[in-house]
């Protein structure tokens, strides 16, 4: 074994040319695997924050017809957070805030459109969402104040700034129409392109006041810090609303509990369907990969033929060449490999730190991530480990057809091939 493998590391040597431009083959197809992948896990793990920090929170408190008819926001199905419910959510390891979510008609100079507007606390809300991290113009919200914060690409479509006046047409919760004329007081630019593109948020107090709702509010929105796997503590604490006295809301409908999972049901089976195709990319990855290495290792080998023959000529038996051979291979294999995890992870740490702003290219245009233009990637060592002995079995694996089908020549046939 010792003899076989000094053979196989002289070969490496003395072929350094040939062993060089087959690493490389093997190098730039691990590398581009595990790019691919980082970037796409990247966009998957930053869609999830971007849907909790600036949209569904960790959960959400809801009254259970209001979560039936999310799509329509009815400010009927609401309720008044009494002390007993707040007790139970801060007991259970929540940070809270109120929030009333409604439907609006927002019109400007031009027209209209329909925007979703919701009430926020400007200070509690802090402790949940991070928007007032993406303010890029005027000032946050101030309580009281008949003022409005909305994103960059709904201004852009309103034709508004800061400072502007816009006229908002909705109904209150009772069913009757209502007004109300705000100030343009900050545009945001943020990460998650659902809140740029069509929702817009005002001080709760004055949402309470033009929809009449005495103090009630459409949803509580949780944080907790294990929100990546929400269930376990959005079952305890639904159970503790289950069993309370006094959580039934005026209209007599029980509070439910949704995870953000459940919140952004429609990102999650988008992201479902996208990982199942981010497979299919992957895959094929590796079979450009395997392809890659099948070539330059068959060439490699079949220009051996006489080489083949020749050992065999000299006494060396079927199994200790096809095993040189291997041994060839694998070390090829592991030299490809670790330069193809060592460009990897460059490109990967890259992908992670900075990101490609693909913002000129992608515009506005939705492309199921809850992500804007600067896509970032994410580390999966997994990969790194999966890509590196994929490089040397697929190295080794190759190298079996040609050492097989040489061995089954006869030593003449094969003295005759160039060597």
């Not at 041994?327 to 330069?339: D, N, P, Q, T, V």
Request: charged share 25%; hydrophobic share 45%; glycine share 10%.
């Amino acid at each position: 074994m010792k003899f076989l493998l000094a053979l196989a590391w002289k070969n490496l040597s003395r072929h350094r040319k040939r062993t060089i431009i087959t690493a490389i083959a093997i190098a730039t197809g691990i590398a581009m695997y595990i790019w691919v992948d980082s970037m796409l896990l990247g966009l998957e793990k930053e869609s999830e924050r971007n849907l909790v920090w600036y949209e569904t929170a960790s959960a959400k408190i809801m009254e259970k017809d209001f979560w039936k008819n999310i799509d329509y926001l009815p400010l009927k199905n609401s309720f008044i957070p009494e002390k007993d419910l707040i007790g139970a959510v801060e007991d259970s390891g929540f940070t809270w805030t109120p929030r009333i979510s409604f439907l609006v008609e927002m019109y400007d100079s031009e027209g209209s459109l329909p925007v979703k507007m919701i009430g926020i606390d400007p200070k509690r809300d802090e402790s949940v969402f991070r928007l007032k991290e993406t303010l890029s113009r005027g000032k946050y919200l101030e309580k009281g104040k008949d003022e409005v914060l909305i994103g960059k690409n709904l201004a852009r479509d309103l034709h508004v700034d800061v400072g502007d006046v816009v006229i908002v047409k909705t109904r209150s919760r009772l069913g009757a129409f209502q007004t109300m004329d705000l100030l343009v007081t900050g545009i945001m630019d943020c990460p998650n392109p659902q809140i740029n593109n069509g929702v817009a948020f005002i001080p709760i107090d004055v949402a309470n006041r033009a929809l009449r709702m005495e103090g009630r509010v459409t949803e509580m929105a949780l944080h907790f810090p294990e929100w990546k796997s929400p269930e376990k503590k959005v079952a305890e604490l639904q159970r503790k609303l289950s069993g309370m006295q006094g959580t039934e809301s005026p209209g007599g409908k029980n509070l439910v509990v949704e995870s953000w999972r459940e919140l952004g049901k429609d990102y999650v089976a988008i992201a479902e369907g996208k990982r199942g195709a981010t497979k299919i990319i992957l895959f094929l990855i590796f079979i450009i990969a395997a392809v890659g290495i099948s070539n330059t290792m068959l060439m490699a080998l079949y220009e051996r033929m006489g080489e083949i023959g020749m050992m065999r000529a000299m006494g060396m038996n079927d199994r200790e060449v096809k095993l040189s051979f291997l041994l060839e291979a694998g070390g090829i294999g592991f030299i490809g490999s670790l330069i193809g995890i060592a460009l990897g992870a460059v490109l990967s740490f890259y992908m992670v730190n900075y990101g490609i702003d693909f913002t000129g290219m992608i515009g506005d245009m939705d492309v199921g991530y809850r992500t804007s233009g600067l896509m970032r990637g994410a580390w999966d060592l997994k990969v790194f480990v999966v890509a590196f002995v994929f490089g040397i079995v697929a190295s080794m694996l190759v190298a079996l057809v040609p050492t097989s089908r040489a061995l089954k020549m006869e030593i003449t046939e094969c003295l005759r091939s160039e060597l």
